[in-house]
Antibody
Framework: QVQLVQSGAEMKKPGASVRVSCKAS????????MHWVRQAPGQRLEWLGW????????KYSQKFQGRVTITRDTPASTVYMELNSLRSEDTAVYYC??????????????WGQGTLVTVSS | SSDLTQPPSVSVSPGQTASITCSGD??????ACWYQQRPGQSPVVVIF???NRPSGIPERFSGSRSGNTATLTISGTQAMDEADYHC???????????FGGGTKLTVL
């Protein structure tokens, strides 16, 4: 069965960086694209960006451009999201979410369990 | 803004029909999908590409879209449907994703 297993909770100080991993299993890693979405307490889901499953190209939300980097290790079936220059407003649960293929294009058909990132001095 | 607008909350009696709307000025150019999120859990897709239901999702869940408004309808609502519901669209021009603010469905 498809599983996306994320790394554990992180606590960081303002100005630091955080890297969250998402290990996929139960399906052929490529050509599925992977997205990163976050949810701050009481806030809407917020899209950070994605990595194209076929060519590895990335696209980031304008809001996070320059602060977020999404990479992948194809042999390890793992995608990473790194967010720099953390501030308190970045405190949120971060999710990886697979984009489906064919009729499921433009849809996040599987989600990771979420990783809580807390930014506090 | 390309953000999508949802009502913050909707209440429904068990067995009745709940409708949750999602509107955006460019929604007409994009597919909409809907996610159910129970407290402390990850979102689960219940409707994709406007009106398609994934396998395993009960038939009481349906979706539609007209112009700049997408609607999630839950017929014969059950207590287990109480959750937050999020709409999402894909902006093909910018290859980016936008979400609605989420709607808390309460089954009274």
């Amino acid at each position: 069965q498809v599983q996306l297993v994320q790394s554990g909770a992180e606590m960081k100080k303002p100005g630091a960086s955080v890297r969250v991993s998402c290990k996929a299993s139960g399906y052929t890693f490529t050509p599925y694209s992977m997205h990163w979405v976050r949810q701050a307490p009481g806030q809407r889901l917020e899209w950070l960006g994605w990595i194209n499953g076929g060519n590895g190209n990335t696209k980031y939300s304008q809001k996070f451009q320059g602060r977020v980097t999404i990479t992948r290790d194809t042999p390890a079936s793992t995608v990473y999201m790194e967010l720099n220059s953390l501030r308190s407003e970045d405190t949120a649960v971060y999710y990886c979410a697979r984009e489906g293929l064919g009729g499921y294009s433009y849809t996040h058909d599987y989600w990771g369990q979420g990783t809580l990132v807390t930014v506090s001095s | 803004s390309s953000d999508l607008t949802q009502p913050p909350s909707v209440s429904v009696s068990p067995g009745q029909t709940a409708s949750i709307t999602c509107s955006g000025d460019k929604l007409g150019d994009k597919y909409a999908c809907w996610y159910q999120q129970r407290p402390g859990q990850s979102p689960v897709v219940v409707i994709f590409q406007d009106d398609n239901r994934p396998s395993g999702i009960p038939e009481r869940f349906s979706g539609s879209r007209s112009g700049n408004t997408a609607t999630l309808t839950i017929s014969g609502t059950q207590a287990m449907d109480e959750a937050d519901y999020h709409c999402q669209a894909w902006d093909t021009n910018s290859a980016s994703v936008v979400f609605g603010g989420g709607t808390k469905l309460t089954v009274l």
